[in-house]
């Protein structure tokens, strides 16, 4: 998508955790193909298995990114240097086995980190304007779609879940955007598009670039 847009375009990125997921995954995929739209993917290493082998490469073939959610969903913010990075690593080589390509940004499970989890991962770290408690079975339909109205914005990084309550709000705020005027990029292709590079060992938090 990069190469069809330009710089000065409405950009927000879409980030989605905890997959991949067979059901949920390919649906929110087929969304994004249906309208030429991008999102990077932080997926589980636990998730990642030849059950979930063919999303993963659909979801580099859709020109999506793929990020690391942790090797566990478990808290990194208490674990020592060797034990993030052993976690981090073990996340990257499942996935890397079942694509060939490594993740190259990363979001701890719940965003928690410390100083110590920090210095640990040796890729960008990303965080992002979350759409509420979306991760919950009985978060409402309306209350999913409000609350991504209001995460998204040029250059914002909206931060949602991989799940099937989410694919009908998607089905609508997607082409809702577009309508708009916005382009829907991946966080990388957001930064890359507005002239910044993705520091390294270092935190990113949501960036408004205008």
Excluded at 138 to 147: I, K, T
Aim: charged residues 20%; contains cysteine; negative net charge.
């Amino acid at each position: 998508m990069s190469n069809q847009i330009k710089s000065t375009d409405k950009l927000v990125a879409l980030t989605i955790d905890d997959g991949p997921k067979v059901s949920s995954s390919n649906a929110i995929l087929d969304i994004l193909e249906k309208y030429g739209a991008h999102a990077t993917f932080f997926v589980v290493g636990t998730s990642c298995n030849e059950n979930t082998k063919s999303v993963l490469n659909r979801m580099l073939e859709a020109g999506c990114e793929i990020g690391n959610h942790s090797n566990r969903w478990s808290s990194v913010a208490e674990l020592s240097k060797e034990e993030v990075l052993n976690d981090f690593n073990a996340c990257q080589e499942k996935v890397y086995s079942l694509t060939g390509f490594y993740p190259s940004v990363y979001r701890a499970p719940g965003c928690a980190m410390s100083e110590t989890s920090y210095s640990a991962i040796p890729v960008p770290v990303l965080n992002g304007h979350n759409i509420g408690t979306d991760w919950e079975a009985d978060y409402s339909y309306e209350s999913r779609l409000s609350a991504f109205r209001r995460a998204a914005g040029d250059g914002h990084i909206i931060l949602m879940h991989d799940k099937d309550e989410n694919v009908p709000m998607l089905e609508v705020a997607i082409p809702e955007l577009i309508a708009q005027g916005y382009k829907i990029v991946t966080a990388t292709e957001l930064y890359t598009l507005r002239g910044y590079s993705l520091p390294k060992y270092a935190q990113v938090q949501y960036k408004e670039f205008k």
